[in-house]
């Protein structure tokens, strides 16, 4: 999990969240900006969490919403556990994570999504507006189906070494795109995401708090994840994206 700014005054809600589910995680850590002092002078809630076992951690440099798994995977080089991203304005059910666990146990090696698209494509196989790209249903595991941070993804262990071999590229292509760029390294290394579909927009409750639309509008309805899809999906993933598209 990662939060900046005046959102890490809440950040604790979703943490807690975390911890009255009904299956709790190995290890939870909070990735702040580099220069974030609250990673030392955690809030008063925050420093309560501590001493339940989260961690609050500097990133090493600022890289916007990839710092929510970038740090880490790299931190945990040798880990044969699944990495698990999570929200930090997001109040999750107390099935939450053992939905995502159970539904990677019954896919294995497979990345799974509570809430996921289907990459659409134009008739001449070119990449449509995301804007048009549709909620994948769970029958839809194939290279198209994009999974979204929001609302937390698994992604297993055999995944991540594809992920720290990949660097930080994604801040020349996807800076704030973090689901395309890991959708992207998925589809060219093999990797198909599973949507859960169990949990529905009733069961995850967001935190409110006074800011701007952020990260969500900037890439949806200002179209920043168009411009950052042209430039993640190469001829490689677009030939293996339109190889899915084709009737059976």
Not at 69 to 77: K, M, N
Not at 91 to 101: D, E, K, N
Request: hydrophobic content about 40%.
């Amino acid at each position: 999990m990662t939060s900046h700014g005046r959102r890490v005054r809440f950040a604790h809600l979703a943490i807690e969240s975390i911890g009255l589910g009904s299956l709790r995680p190995s290890r939870l850590v909070l990735w702040l900006d580099p220069d974030d002092p609250r990673a030392e002078r955690p809030t008063p809630a925050l420093r309560r969490l501590t001493t339940r076992g989260l961690e609050i951690r500097n990133a090493p440099d600022h890289i916007g919403p990839h710092t929510k798994y970038y740090p880490q995977v790299v931190l945990a080089e040798d880990s044969e556990l699944p990495l698990v991203t999570a929200d930090d304005d997001m109040m999750h059910p107390r099935r939450w994570l053992r939905t995502l666990v159970d539904a990677a146990a019954a896919t294995p090696g497979a990345v799974v999504a509570h809430r996921a698209r289907r990459v659409r494509l134009t008739a001449s196989g070119r990449l449509a507006p995301y804007a048009t790209w549709e909620a994948a249903a769970p029958t839809d595991d194939d290279a198209r189906t994009i999974g979204l941070g929001v609302g937390g993804v698994l992604y297993p262990p055999s995944f991540l070494p594809h992920i720290r071999s990949a660097g930080t590229r994604f801040m020349a292509v996807a800076p704030r795109a973090d689901d395309i760029w890991l959708h992207a390294l998925a589809v060219r290394a093999g990797f198909i995401v599973v949507p859960v579909g169990a949990l529905t927009d009733g069961d995850a409750v967001p935190i409110r708090w006074h800011g701007s639309g952020g990260l969500h509008e900037d890439n949806v309805f200002n179209a920043g994840n168009d411009e950052q899809a042209l430039a993640t999906y190469d001829e490689e993933v677009l030939t293996k994206l339109r190889e899915a598209h084709k009737p059976a």
